[in-house]
């Protein structure tokens, strides 16, 4: 899926060009770590925005390998960018929707359902977040970065909601939507047609070529009843694409959309 353009915003931190991509992940194992205050203004000249509270952004860039677990009252995570992931799936949502009843006026419910679920899909988000640099600023710990978790799309996407959250609980809805509507251009003006369901779209993409139809699997199920997370896997022709979400449906529409980037790339 296509992105919007790197930020023509400029910004020199710490001797790096910030020129809407950030020092890489290798620069960041050589150098022992981006410093905290590199990584801050490396954020803010991504997201456009001067931040009052600098604390939000840290902990949007913190990943859960990174943070202060199991202390004492906070519980395990506490720290990490996991709260403001919530709240920027929220805003993200609430600013997508804007977005297209403003931008495809006669399109009804599900046209606009359809594309909303692509543009905060997964995959979508993980892209972002690698085309502005998002992935090199994250505060990540030294195993798991040697692990490979800077490039893992479900760590991407929460970044982008995390940072996401982080810049509407400071800047508030407007310095939010000017983000969004900066970041997500491209791949808002691609949509010509509203997208197929993901599911739909696989499995015509199967029968097409004569293929078995796609296989899911639910390979674990976490969390108490009332927020369950569901991880399902999809295989097509070999390859196989894995969802998370909070439903069994949801979780299968990301693996569908994530397996179909796959194929088609």
Not at 33 to 44: I, Q, S, V
Not at 168 to 192: C, I
Not at 211 to 227: C, D, I, T
């Amino acid at each position: 899926m296509a992105v919007a353009d790197p930020n023509p915003l400029v910004a020199t931190v710490l001797g790096h060009q910030l020129t809407g991509r950030s020092p890489s992940p290798q620069a960041h194992e050589q150098s022992g770590g981006t410093d905290d205050t590199a990584a801050l203004a490396g954020a803010e000249a991504i997201l456009g925005h001067r931040f009052s509270r600098p604390e939000l952004l840290r902990e949007a860039l913190t990943h859960r390998s990174a943070a202060s677990v199991g202390r004492q009252g906070r519980g395990k995570g506490a720290g990490s960018n996991e709260r403001l992931e919530f709240v920027g799936d929220r805003v993200l949502g609430l600013l997508m929707a804007e977005w297209l009843a403003d931008r495809f006026p006669h399109e009804q419910e599900g046209a606009l359902g359809r594309r909303l679920a692509h543009l905060v899909s997964q995959p979508v988000l993980a892209a972002i977040a690698e085309h502005a640099g998002l992935d090199a600023l994250l505060d990540v710990a030294p195993g798991e970065s040697r692990a490979g978790v800077r490039r893992r799309a479900t760590v991407l996407a929460d970044a982008t909601e995390a940072t996401l959250g982080a810049l509407y609980l400071d800047g508030g809805l407007v310095a939010a939507r000017r983000f969004v509507r900066r970041a997500w251009e491209r791949a808002m003006t691609d949509q010509a047609d509203p997208p197929k369901d993901a599911k739909t779209g696989l499995q015509e993409w199967a029968q097409g070529r004569g293929m078995p139809l796609p296989e899911y699997k639910v390979e674990s199920r976490q969390g108490p009843s009332h927020a369950p997370v569901f991880v399902i896997s999809v295989t097509v022709s070999g390859k196989t694409g894995t969802g998370t979400a909070g439903s069994k449906r949801a979780a299968e529409q990301e693996a569908a959309e994530t397996l179909l980037g796959m194929l088609k790339s």
